[in-house]
């Protein structure tokens, strides 16, 4: 599977993955029908502001799709957001909900972001810890490239968790708990360390580097 210009292998040859400027609005509405699996109304956020925020910022958005059924299989989309913006998030001045262009890190001007873990689904399927490989070395390549390019470093990770999904992948991370919010999800941090967050991707030991000469 090519994904920007890197071959990745960690899947079989029905499923590509769509990132960046090849993500399009019927794309997004097929994650978004994919969200109702799994999630309760209340947690469905309004689609039209989020389709507009993903398509303006696509850089680690990441959906995979199967060309036998022609379906939305799984995705991950990761926001970086301004520090300003994290800080009002743990307040609860802003929350998942309320997010807009305001709260996004400007890959031109900030220096220091943290990675938000917006929305994730995967259907069941013998290909879902493959995909999920793969969107963690997906992650980590696109962070050396903004790196490379903006020098825009990652330094701690939000996690609003709001099923039970979520939480078995917040504890794959061992991330912690911070608080329980007023629309019952609960959200979690980890400061973020290439090597210590997903230590077995690849680009992990790049990216540690390439952080590590910054500081």
């Known amino acids: 599977m090519i994904v920007g210009n890197v071959h990745f292998e960690e899947c079989p040859p029905n499923i590509i993955c769509f990132q960046g400027q090849d993500i399009s609005e019927k794309l997004i509405n097929q994650c978004f ?19 507009s925020l993903i398509l303006a910022h696509n850089e680690l958005c990441f959906i995979f799709y199967d060309i ?8 991950n989309f990761f926001f970086l957001l301004k520090k300003e913006s994290f800080e009002l998030y743990k307040r609860g001045d802003i929350s998942y909900f309320t997010l807009g262009e305001r709260d996004v890190a400007n890959l031109e001007k900030d220096k220091e ?23 963690q070395n997906c992650l980590y390549y696109f962070l050396t490239i903004l790196y490379q390019r ?5 330094i701690s990770t939000l996690f609003d968790v709001v099923n039970e999904l979520d939480l078995k992948y917040v504890n794959v991370l061992k991330m912690n ?6 629309y019952n999800s609960k959200i ?12 077995y991707a690849l680009f ?4 540690e580097e390439m952080y590590r ?3």
């Open 33 to 51: 029908d994919l969200d109702k699996k799994f999630f309760e109304y209340n947690y469905l956020y309004e689609s039209s502001k989020m389709k």
């Open 204 to 207: 992990a030991d790049r990216l």
């Open 188 to 199: 979690y941090l980890k400061e973020f360390s290439p090597k210590k967050f997903y230590p």
């Open 213 to 215: 000469i910054k500081n």
């Open 177 to 182: 708990f911070y608080k329980k919010t007023p």
């Open 113 to 135: 972001a943290i990675l938000f873990f917006l929305s994730t689904a995967y259907l069941a399927n013998k290909n879902v810890y493959d995909l999920l490989s793969l969107s």
């Open 150 to 154: 903006y020098q825009l470093k990652v």
């Open 68 to 75: 036998e059924t022609n379906k939305v299989i799984g995705y």
